[in-house]
Nanobody, 125 residues
Framework: HVQLVESGGGSVQTGGSLRLSCVVSGDAANNTACMGWFRQAPGKEREGVANIDSEGRTKYADSVKGRLTISKDNVKRTLYLQMQSLRPEDTAMYYC???????????????????RGQGTQVTVS
């Protein structure tokens, strides 16, 4: 059983920054080879944001390239999403996820993970 707990969301102005964190616990060894973030805005479908594999290689959605950075600290069992130059269209609930069955850094980021956290809200105005 994998547990993921996000934090770090909040309200910022356009152009601002936030750093989201996600602490992973439980059966991490078998389910964190590929981790990522996805988001969902009100009335919209879930949208993959970024993936990171066990070697630290990454893949980003076109809409966030150059502004959002995914990283992880294996010792702290924590996944991060550094968000810069935020725009109103980045407003969404952001979810940390693990257990992706496809090709982590070849596939375009999606929300198709086995496990996800409860989410943390990011609002940009």
């Amino acid at each position: 059983h994998v547990q993921l707990v996000e934090s770090g969301g909040g309200s910022v102005q356009t152009g601002g920054s936030l750093r989201l964190s996600c602490v992973v616990s439980g059966d991490a060894a078998n389910n964190t080879a590929c981790m990522g973030w996805f988001r969902q805005a009100p009335g919209k479908e879930r949208e993959g944001v970024a993936n990171i594999d066990s070697e630290g290689r990454t893949k980003y959605a076109d809409s966030v390239k150059g502004r959002l950075t995914i990283s992880k600290d294996n010792v702290k069992r924590t996944l991060y999403l550094q968000m810069q130059s935020l725009r109103p269209e980045d407003t969404a609930m952001y979810y940390c996820a693990s257990g992706y069955g496809g090709s982590c850094v070849r596939d375009y980021p999606t929300a198709n993970y086995l496990y996800r956290g409860q989410g943390t809200q990011v609002t940009v105005s």
